[in-house]
């Protein structure tokens, strides 16, 4: 591609989050951590939906769908990350900067779809119970996920082709442990400050936007609350609570991120290390912990693998 022939710049290099060995060693560790149960927990949750029966609606599709998208979201650049830690010199290629440019904005874009979704799903299982399973069947929640996955990817390529025709002829630091976008248009030879504004904040407006429709979604859904029985109201404001806090946790970052680029790149890389690593950490916890079908699946799924590996009765016994 012309882009890439542009471009003098082979390597950037990533400043990551500290400069201190003690503190490197700290955040292997932990981070190290977080990935792992991150990994184990959101894949407990897409295997427990998959292979529980009573766990087959669309909520449930939906809620394994945000799983893998998680995995995904922890894995674009956390491996490298913590990897780095113990690197002199932490290189990435100038094509797998581009890489993470691209995954990053596909799986946050994905995501911001697919959390859309799921609050339509809550809006008509409480505002239209009667209509529920002939709008939500299982048509419409494919038709969902394939619509997030493809408004991710448009998203995702509508930014790289404005990046990868930009010159980089140095300088090829950036003050972060992956590539994002307004970290690596300020490293282009040319003067794009007006235009790399007007691209980023696009970002940043979309996750407005959605966010801003998310929570009026959400209002609704409690007025309506009200006036349902107490028991169906207790559980449906369950959800619906830990619905808003996934959607705080990941649109918060990213609206201050993208609205308002350019500004201070300490505070955007602790909200990046935010809603890469913890968000797909809380995640599982927020839906195991708050919801009862899950929490019961997964703890029977949990109990099972644990007496098929640790049963030691013989086949054949004497009496």
């Not at 002939?134 to 996955?149: D, E, F, H, K, Q």
Request: a neutral charge.
């Amino acid at each position: 591609m012309e882009g890439f022939n542009h471009s003098r710049v082979s390597e950037f290099v990533l400043l990551g989050l500290t400069d201190s060995s003690e503190l490197q060693i700290f955040f292997f560790v932990v981070f190290s951590i977080f990935y792992l149960m991150t990994m184990f927990g959101n894949c407990l949750i897409l295997l427990t939906v998959l292979s529980t029966s009573n766990l087959h609606l669309p909520m449930y599709f939906l809620l394994s769908n945000l799983s893998l998208i998680d995995m995904c979201l922890s894995s674009f650049a956390t491996p490298k990350m913590i990897m780095d830690f113990f690197a002199q010199r932490k290189t990435i290629s100038f094509e797998g900067c581009i890489s993470q440019i691209f995954f990053l904005h596909l799986f946050t874009g994905t995501e911001i779809v697919l959390l859309i979704s799921m609050s339509f799903d809550r809006y008509i299982a409480i505002c239209k119970p009667l209509h529920y399973s002939t709008i939500m069947s299982p048509r419409v929640c494919v038709g969902l996920v394939v619509t997030s996955w493809t408004v991710g990817f448009l998203h995702t390529m509508s930014q790289l082709v404005f990046t990868l025709y930009l010159p980089f002829c140095g300088p090829n630091v950036i003050d972060s442990f992956f590539c994002d976008l307004p970290l690596v248009i300020q490293l282009a030879c040319i003067d794009i400050y007006v235009l790399g504004i007007f691209m980023i904040s696009t970002s940043g407006v979309i996750a407005l936007i959605s966010f801003l429709l998310l929570l009026t979604s959400y209002i609704i859904v409690l007025v309506t609350i009200r006036d349902h029985s107490s028991t169906r109201s207790s559980k449906a404001l369950s959800t619906c609570t830990a619905h808003f806090i996934v959607v705080f946790m990941f649109f918060g970052p990213c609206i201050f991120i993208y609205v308002w680029p350019f500004t201070n790149f300490l505070v955007d890389k602790i909200l990046s290390v935010f809603y890469t690593i913890f968000t797909p950490f809380l995640n599982p916890l927020i839906y195991t912990l708050r919801n009862q079908e899950v929490k019961t699946a997964v703890k029977k799924k949990l109990s099972n693998q644990y007496f098929s590996f640790g049963k030691t009765t013989p086949r054949y016994s004497v009496q």
